[in-house]
C-alpha cells in the first residue's frame, strides 16, 4: 500500500494526514499538472511548460498565452497518462481566457472509476 502526504485542495499546504488509494491518484496527478517545467532541481525535465519551454527566455511552446488549444491538451494529456494508477483521459476540455488557463478533464483509474479534475493555472 502507498501513500501520500496530505495537501490542502484549495491553499496547496501540507495539512497533516496522509492519503491513499483514488484520493493519493487524484493528488498526485495535480501535483504533475501543477509542476512548471524545470521547477525541480532533481529532474529538471519534470513538468509542464505553462511559461516557457523550458529553456531561459524562450517563449515558444509555452501553453499559458498559446494559441494552439490542441498541443496544449495534449501535453497536458501525456502527463495525465503518464501518472501511476490513471487508465485513460475520458474526457479533456480546455479553455484560455487572456492570462489565465483552465482545463477541466474526466479520467478513469485503473480500478475502473472515474473521476473529474478542474485546474486552472493563472500568468503571475
Do not use: C
Not at 6 to 14: F, G, S, Y
Not at 91 to 119: K, N, P, Q
Amino acid at each position: 500500500m502507498t501513500w501520500d502526504l496530505a495537501l490542502d485542495a484549495r491553499t496547496h499546504d501540507m495539512t497533516g494526514g496522509i492519503v491513499t488509494g483514488r484520493d493519493e491518484i487524484i493528488q498526485r496527478l495535480k501535483i504533475r499538472l501543477w509542476r512548471h517545467l524545470g521547477e525541480w532541481f532533481l529532474a529538471t525535465g519534470a513538468g509542464l511548460p505553462w511559461y516557457t519551454a523550458g529553456r531561459k527566455g524562450a517563449k515558444s511552446g509555452a501553453i499559458l498565452g498559446s494559441r494552439d488549444r490542441t498541443a496544449a491538451e495534449l501535453r497536458i494529456r501525456r502527463e495525465t497518462l503518464e501518472t501511476d494508477g490513471v487508465q485513460r483521459v475520458l474526457s479533456l476540455h480546455a479553455r484560455s481566457s487572456g492570462r489565465e488557463f483552465g482545463v477541466y478533464m474526466e479520467i478513469m483509474l485503473e480500478d475502473g472509476t472515474s473521476e473529474a479534475i478542474t485546474l486552472t493555472m493563472n500568468e503571475e
